[in-house]
């Protein structure tokens, strides 16, 4: 059974940094792009950035800058994040475009949420 599973969240003080973690264990033929996603209360849950299999990365236009996304092998990401401000507050999501086995295509795989809250 594919799993997603996260970690590094926590309590920071404005200003300050955090490093998410996400591993993803089970047996799968590929992993194509991982991504990391944010909600806040009363909020949609939004994206962070997304890191493609070659490695290319995207972000949050408000978030260039401060969060950056890295992948150490292929079924590890991280979300480095300085810089932390009060509105970064939420509830961290990892997900994973995963290829189960070959010929089947990719099916999207979540994480059970890391909280971040960082305190003014």
């Known amino acids: 059974q594919v799993q997603l599973v996260e970690s590094g969240g926590g309590l920071v003080q404005a200003g300050g940094s955090l490093r998410l973690s996400c591993v993803v264990s089970?047996?799968?033929?590929?992993?194509?792009?991982m991504a990391w996603y944010r909600q806040a209360p009363g909020e949609q849950r939004e994206l962070v950035a997304t890191i493609t299999s070659g490695g290319s990365t995207n972000y949050a236009d408000s978030l260039k800058g401060r969060f950056t996304i890295s992948r150490s092998n292929a079924k590890k990401v991280y979300l480095q994040m300085n810089g932390l401000k009060p509105e970064d507050t939420a509830v961290y999501y990892c997900n994973a475009a995963i290829i189960e086995s070959w010929p089947r295509g990719p099916n999207d795989y979540w994480g059970q949420g890391t909280q971040v809250t960082v305190s003014s």
């Open positions: 089970g047996s799968i033929f590929r992993i194509n792009a």
